[in-house]
């Protein structure tokens, strides 16, 4: 499995754009980048993914670097209901086992 | 509304008394997963099947057991807990994984089991 790397914690106001970054450098050129989060007392709840191009869903946009080695998450509007733990997990499209690491702790303040 | 639903949500039990944790899914998803989530272990897979009748260990198998006779349940079975089993557990279904598609895996709210 790929690496990833998170910082462990980030700040935003709301109403701010939040940038989420993701080093995944050793991952396969097959992976799949796929971000979940998990809110507070909640289970995990998918997000974005993509392979090669950015992707924007009503959720948010996933930016992927050139060379893959890194992504970042995009919220274009934060808001209070999206403080939650955000993992970025590289996995193949046939993959099954998603690995969440430790994530990111995104704290929304008004 | 399409969901999985997990219960109990909350259980606390004693050493050595068996225990099931239900999991449902409605939305007719062939692949379901069993995972733990402990303080600083992050999120871990237990348990998995493909489809009915097709299970396979995860990650951390040991003390646990699961079932798939029908499509829509996959129940986490506990023959003996120990206290190492207290964690928070959460069941997870998707559409057949495999293909060119990915599908997007569905958790439910999530079980806190404490064994003393």
């Known amino acids: 499995d790929a690496k990833t790397t998170q910082p462990n914690s980030m700040e935003s106001n709301e109403e701010e754009p939040v940038h989420l970054p993701c080093n995944h450098s050793?991952?396969?050129?097959?992976?799949?980048i796929h971000w979940y989060r998990q809110l507070p007392s909640q289970g995990p709840e998918y997000v974005i993914h993509g392979l090669t191009s950015n992707v924007n869903n009503r959720m948010a946009s996933l930016a992927i670097a050139e060379d893959r080695k890194s992504s970042t998450l995009i919220l274009h509007r934060a808001t209070l209901r999206d403080a939650a733990v955000y993992y970025c997990?590289?996995?193949?499209?046939?993959?099954?086992?998603?690995?969440f690491g430790k994530g990111t702790s995104l704290l929304v303040t008004p | 509304e399409a969901q999985v639903t997990q219960n109990p949500r909350y259980l606390i039990t004693v050493t050595g008394k068996k225990l099931t944790v239900t999991c449902s899914q409605n939305?007719?998803?062939?692949?379901m997963s069993w995972y733990r989530q402990d303080p600083g272990l992050g999120l871990r897979q237990i348990y998995y099947s493909m489809n009915v009748e097709v299970t396979d260990k995860g990650d951390v198998p040991e003390g646990y057991k699961v079932s798939r006779k029908e499509k829509r349940n996959f129940p986490l079975i506990l023959e003996s807990p120990s206290p190492n089993q207290t964690s928070l557990y959460f069941c997870a279904s998707s559409l057949a994984i495999g293909g060119r598609t990915y599908n997007e895996q569905f958790f439910g709210p999530g079980t806190r089991l404490t064994v003393l």
């Open positions: 050793t991952i396969s050129g097959t992976d799949y």
């Open positions: 939305m007719n998803h062939e692949y």
């Open positions: 997990i590289p996995l193949g499209v046939s993959g099954y086992a998603l690995n």
